[in-house]
């Protein structure tokens, strides 16, 4: 299927019925036809017909969507990005294992590595991933996992993803990219040779802000034992929330395209303003990621950052008075929002982590919807006026 048909067609081979939508079978069991069928269903992965929190028939069309998405052999859905993540991760790892990880990452990331990892002997080494030599160098014996996000969350740092799935190789460590913000849409890790996908379908998947969920894409043998982490940790997603990506995944195409057209014309106008010190968005040609960006991705995304003279006040004066951009957390609906990085998606980390992040006092950062890209402009015009 060409580009725009996949999305729209992704998934159904799985639908069960002859309904054109999947059906959300909101149940959280399923009757046994007898002893020896129930016996057969608890001793498979997976199961979709079994209990809801291993396995559900509208849960697994969604699972089949992503996966044919991201080109990858199976996928699980999660009831959010971080059940997703945290899961992949300790999928992958042990007691005494070694992780390199990038030193921008969503902060939920960072404090799992960071904070929990740690108290059970599993240690991270935070590197610049853009710095191929720097990141191999960071490799140890004992590292299991090279663990990257890009673009990445709050500056747009651009990861040279075929480059890091050729040092995994070469080194047999498992590699695994947080493609939330580009989405499959933008970029395809795993054709890059990446091992794992992570998502935060909250975003772009579903693309409404009208649910939480996550993902994990990657091989049939790792997402089994990604599967045992669901099974054991019950971060399962509702048939319901399942359903909602699901139908979110049919327009990706469509809104992608628009909120990467939207986002380059803000950048450019933000970057022409003198209130402006600097803007981070892979579209533009001054942004140290764009020849990578240019060959890795299809469009340059819907998320930007900007920088303002100020510091903490300036950044948060500008954010209250948005207009038409509403003034909250989250990303990749169709609503633009803004958020001051450091008071509110950066805010629990410590300073030295959000130094190592990259987010500046006057930071802001713009998830860019699908209003006209002119309204856009004046609101963000007046709002620094």
């Not at 209990?51 to 080109?71: D, M, S, V």
């Not at 499959?184 to 649910?211: E, M």
């Amino acid at each position: 299927m060409r580009e725009h048909t996949l999305p729209v067609h992704a998934g159904a081979h799985a639908n069960p019925s002859h309904a054109l939508a999947v059906p959300i079978y909101q149940t959280s069991t399923f009757r046994f036809d007898s002893a020896a069928h129930g016996a057969e269903l608890a001793q498979q992965t997976a199961p979709t017909q079994l209990y809801t929190r291993w396995g559900n028939p509208t849960t697994h069309a969604l699972e089949c969507a992503i996966a044919e998405l991201e080109g990858a052999e199976a996928a699980l859905a999660f009831a959010s990005g971080m059940g997703a993540g945290s899961a992949a991760v300790l999928a992958a790892v042990q007691s005494g294992d070694h992780v390199v990880a990038a030193n921008c990452l969503y902060s939920g990331m960072t404090d799992l590595f960071e904070n929990v990892l740690a108290r059970f002997g599993v240690h991270t080494t935070f590197v610049d991933p853009t710095d191929l030599t720097a990141l191999e160098a960071a490799v140890r014996a004992e590292t299991k996992l090279i663990y990257v996000e890009t673009p990445a969350n709050p500056t747009l740092q651009i990861t040279d993803l075929a480059a890091v799935a050729e040092l995994g190789r070469n080194r047999r460590i498992l590699t695994m990219a947080d493609n939330t913000w580009a989405s499959p849409w933008n970029t395809r890790p795993i054709a890059l040779g990446i091992d794992a996908v992570v998502h935060s379908a909250t975003k772009y998947l579903a693309g409404h802000s009208d649910v939480v969920a996550g993902a994990v894409a990657g091989s049939r043998a790792f997402v089994d034992r990604v599967w045992t982490m669901l099974k054991v940790f019950g971060a399962c997603i509702s048939p319901h929330d399942a359903f909602l990506v699901h139908r979110g995944i049919k327009t990706l195409g469509v809104r992608v395209e628009r909120h990467n057209a939207s986002a380059m014309a803000l950048a450019r106008a933000l970057a022409a303003d003198p209130r402006v010190e600097r803007v981070y968005y892979p579209g533009l040609e001054d942004h140290p990621g764009h020849a990578v960006a240019a060959e890795q991705m299809r469009g340059f995304g819907g998320m930007l950052s900007f920088e303002l003279a100020g510091g903490i006040d300036a950044g948060k004066r500008a954010v209250e008075r948005l207009r038409l951009v509403t003034h909250a957390v989250s990303l990749g609906g169709t609503e633009s929002l803004a958020v001051h990085a450091a008071s509110t998606t950066h805010g629990t980390l410590s300073e030295a982590a959000r130094r190592r992040a990259g987010v500046s006092p006057g930071l802001i950062r713009v998830s860019v919807g699908l209003e006209d890209e002119n309204d856009l402009i004046a609101d963000f015009r007046q709002a620094l006026s």
